[in-house]
């Protein structure tokens, strides 16, 4: 199945996949789905990801697979959608998610980073999302 907007398809299918209460869900494979798994990850938001199938030729078979982090009292990551007009902001002028208890992930020249990363870099990027 094709898909428009490949993010917003990643951040939902983990949404739906907590609300539904599974523990892991599978994607179609990309990098900047990985990257941003990755950073996931390291803030806190999920357990783990994993990529799986076959090598470069064929990325149509390639998945990725993300582990929720889920417990009793867990409410689990609110992800929003990109907006229709995503905010490039310049460096030094990075949204605050939440007075910072949030995190905003950004595409930059450098690569996907978080809001503080690219803040303490001192660059600046295109928005891709907010988690909280």
Same mark, same amino acid.
């Given at each position: 199945m094709a898909v428009n907007d490949p993010i917003a398809d990643f951040l939902t299918r983990i949404r739906n996949a907590h609300m539904a209460k599974h523990d892991s869900v599978e994607m179609p494979h990309s990098k900047m789905k990985v990257e941003m798994a990755r950073i996931l990850k390291e803030e806190g938001y999920v357990n783990d990801y994993s990529e799986s199938g076959r090598g470069r030729?064929?990325? @149509?078979?390639?998945? @990725?697979?993300?582990?929720?982090?889920?417990?009793?009292?867990?409410?689990?990551? @609110?992800?929003?959608? /990109? @907006?229709?007009?995503?905010?490039? /902001?310049?460096?030094?002028?990075?949204?605050?998610?939440?007075?910072?208890?949030?995190?905003a992930i950004l595409s930059t020249s450098r690569g996907i980073l978080t809001d503080h990363e690219a803040s303490r870099a001192g660059i600046g990027g295109e928005v891709l999302c907010f988690v909280y």
């Open positions: 030729g064929e990325e @149509a078979r390639r998945r @990725a697979q993300v582990r929720s982090r889920r417990a009793a009292r867990d409410h689990g990551p @609110a992800a929003d959608e /990109p @907006a229709r007009t995503p905010c490039v /902001p310049q460096a030094g002028e990075h949204p605050r998610v939440l007075d910072g208890l949030g995190v």
